[in-house]
């Protein structure tokens, strides 16, 4: 199915407007059609229905980045819930097996909460790393938008004191990205990389998709070129082709590809079946409506993604 490029910036603004939008959110969330798409995209609303789509990509050879949506906490008690949800779905995921990860925003911990908001959220972010190192399972944090970045980067380099294997991401299309990619490519550094997701200013972010995409291989190249652990986030055929070129002399399991649930499920095996390692990011919980939502908004080139798949699955 072709989706026409002129889809990718003229339909942001409506994506967005839908995003906030209840009564666009009851109308949407009631379509038959709509609930069939998000069900290719999302695995569902429970930690149960979340588990089982992650014990069935762990039986086709894929890895997997488990996610309780959800972000912008502003209270307390809704940042435990989430501690709490972390710590329910963790112990009840496959234990000392890195095949196995969760993904963590730290919005979702209580960042916003306040002056206090990065103590909180590294607080609760410990306790997760924690759960997660005594199951044998990663963790990684989240990027948000541009704002959080040096709060995150702090949080994550105080963490890795206790817990060297906490993976953090990156998003190549910040002017910074290369920078960050430079000092976080030390041995054992888990650094997904993927191209950015949030509607930012010129000034901080490359916004022509010729920039966006040589920014990404650039980064990639810094990051191979390291001792660290690279991973690969992206759909786009042309940066999954460029690692075949940076590979060198590692070995296959020093760097590995990611995407999406629902996405590319055919790539997803063919990188398998080629002896590449793939983690499918799987989020779940009853916010899938602004996830998805926002996932169109924040980098509307998804949407050719997400149309396509829903008729070819390549």
């Not at 959220?121 to 997760?128: C, S």
Request: glycine residues 8%; aromatic residues 8%; charged residues 25%.
């Amino acid at each position: 199915m072709k989706v026409p490029a002129s889809l990718s910036n003229p339909l942001r603004p409506a994506i967005l407007a839908a995003a906030g939008s209840q009564g666009l959110e009851r109308a949407i969330t009631n379509a038959p059609v709509t609930r069939r798409i998000v069900d290719r995209f999302v695995s569902g609303e429970t930690r149960e229905q979340a588990i089982a789509a992650a014990t069935g990509l762990l039986g086709s050879g894929r890895a997997v980045s488990i996610d309780f949506l959800g972000e912008d906490t502003t209270d307390l008690v809704t940042a435990r819930a989430t501690v709490q949800e972390y710590l329910e779905l963790i112990a009840e995921l496959p234990h000392d097996n890195h095949d196995v990860e969760v993904s963590v925003k730290l919005s979702a911990l209580g960042r916003g909460l306040g002056p206090g908001g990065d103590e909180i959220a590294a607080a609760n972010a410990r306790i997760v790393c924690a759960a997660a190192e005594a199951a044998g399972i990663w963790v990684t944090v989240d990027a948000e938008d541009h704002t959080t970045t040096d709060s995150t980067l702090a949080i994550v380099r105080a963490l890795r004191l206790d817990f060297p294997w906490l993976g953090v991401v990156l998003q190549a299309y910040l002017r910074r990205t290369a920078r960050d990619c430079l000092e976080l490519r030390d041995a054992g550094s888990r650094v997904r990389l993927c191209k950015g997701a949030y509607n930012e200013p010129t000034s901080v972010a490359f916004r022509n998709k010729q920039e966006v995409d040589a920014s990404y291989r650039h980064c990639l190249e810094v990051l191979f070129a390291g001792h660290g652990y690279p991973m690969v986030a992206s759909h786009d055929p042309a940066m999954i082709a460029a690692v075949d070129t940076l590979r060198g002399e590692r070995h296959l399991d020093e760097y590995e590809h990611q995407m999406l649930y629902g996405i590319r499920g055919g790539e997803q095996r063919r990188l398998v079946d080629a002896g590449r390692r793939v983690r499918v990011y799987v989020p779940y919980g009853t916010k899938w409506y602004g996830y998805f939502m926002r996932r169109l908004a924040e980098r509307p080139s998804n949407l050719r993604f997400f149309l396509r798949s829903v008729v070819t699955d390549d």
